[in-house]
C-alpha cells in the first residue's frame, strides 16, 4: 500500500534562510511525487512534481524539491525563505499503476521575521 | 471562473439529516476527484470519476456515502444519515484527465461540514 511521512509536524526558520521540509513515502512501484501548499481559508495549490527525468524538480515561488530514490525520500527546499512562505504543506505520492493520490499529514512551516 | 468551484462553502447540520455537497471543475477536465479532510490530516481520497462513470471508489467509507457525475461535468457528493464522525472539510478537485500522462489536480476551496 502506499504511504507518506512527514516527520515534522511544525518547522520553524528565520526569514532568509534556507528551508527544508521533509517527506518520505513508501510505494510498490515507480512513483509520482508532489507537494501542495495550503493557505489559511484557501484551497490546496500545486507546487511541483516529480514524474521522470532529472532528480531535482523545480517550481512555485522558488522552492525545488530532490527525489532520492535509495532514500524513498522527496524533501522540499528554497534557498532562501519568505515571511509569506508560512503556510501548510502536504507531500503526495501517487503509484504509477493507480489514480488515487496519498497524501502526508503536513507540515506547518513558520517564517519568523 | 476559472477554478475549482464548491458549494456551499459551509453547511451544518443534524446527526442522521441527508446533505449534499457540488463541485463544479474547471472547464474541460474530465477527471474530477472527492477528498475528505479531518482537522490536521491530510486529504484523504474518497472517489474519483472519469467523464461521467466512478473509476475508483475505493475510499468511500461506507454505504452512506454516494457521488454522482451525471453529464461528465459538476458533482454532488451525498451523505446520508450524518454522523457528528463526517464532520471535516470535503475538497473537491479536477485535472485534464488521467491515466498514463499525469496531469496535476486543481482543488477547489473545500465545503466544511459540520454535524452537530
Known amino acids: 500500500a502506499q504511504s507518506v511521512a512527514q516527520p515534522e509536524d511544525q518547522v520553524n526558520v528565520a526569514e532568509g534562510n534556507p528551508l527544508t521540509v521533509k517527506c518520505t513515502y513508501s510505494?510498490?512501484?515507480?512513483?509520482?511525487l508532489f507537494w501542495y501548499v495550503q493557505y489559511p481559508n484557501r484551497g490546496l495549490q500545486f507546487l511541483l512534481k516529480?514524474?521522470?527525468?532529472?532528480?531535482l524538480v523545480k517550481g512555485s515561488y522558488g522552492f525545488e524539491a530532490e527525489f532520492n530514490k535509495s532514500q524513498t525520500s522527496f524533501h522540499l527546499k528554497k534557498p532562501s525563505a519568505l515571511v509569506s512562505d508560512s503556510a501548510l504543506y502536504f507531500c503526495?505520492?501517487?503509484?504509477?499503476?493507480?489514480?488515487?493520490?496519498?497524501f502526508g499529514k503536513g507540515t506547518r512551516l513558520h517564517i519568523l521575521p | 471562473g476559472a477554478g475549482v468551484s464548491q458549494t456551499p462553502s459551509n453547511k451544518v447540520t443534524e446527526k442522521g439529516k441527508y446533505v449534499e455537497l457540488r463541485c463544479d471543475p474547471i472547464?474541460?477536465?474530465?477527471?474530477l476527484y472527492w477528498y475528505r479532510q479531518s482537522l490536521g490530516q491530510g486529504p484523504e481520497f474518497l472517489i474519483y470519476?472519469?467523464?461521467?462513470?466512478?473509476?475508483?471508489d475505493s475510499g468511500l467509507p461506507n454505504d452512506r456515502f454516494f457521488a454522482v457525475r451525471p453529464e461528465g461535468s459538476v458533482s454532488t457528493l451525498k451523505i446520508q444519515r450524518t454522523e457528528r464522525g463526517d464532520s471535516a472539510v470535503y475538497l473537491c478537485?479536477?485535472?485534464?484527465?488521467?491515466?498514463?500522462?499525469?496531469?496535476?489536480?486543481?482543488f477547489g476551496p473545500g465545503t466544511r461540514l459540520t454535524v452537530l
Open positions: 472547464s474541460g477536465h474530465t477527471a
Open positions: 503526495a505520492v501517487r503509484d504509477r499503476r493507480d489514480d488515487k493520490i496519498i
Open positions: 470519476f472519469q467523464g461521467t462513470g466512478a473509476a475508483d
Open positions: 510505494v510498490s512501484g515507480n512513483p509520482y
Open positions: 478537485a479536477s485535472s485534464l484527465t488521467s491515466g498514463v500522462s499525469y496531469n496535476e489536480q486543481f
Open positions: 516529480y514524474i521522470t527525468g532529472d532528480n
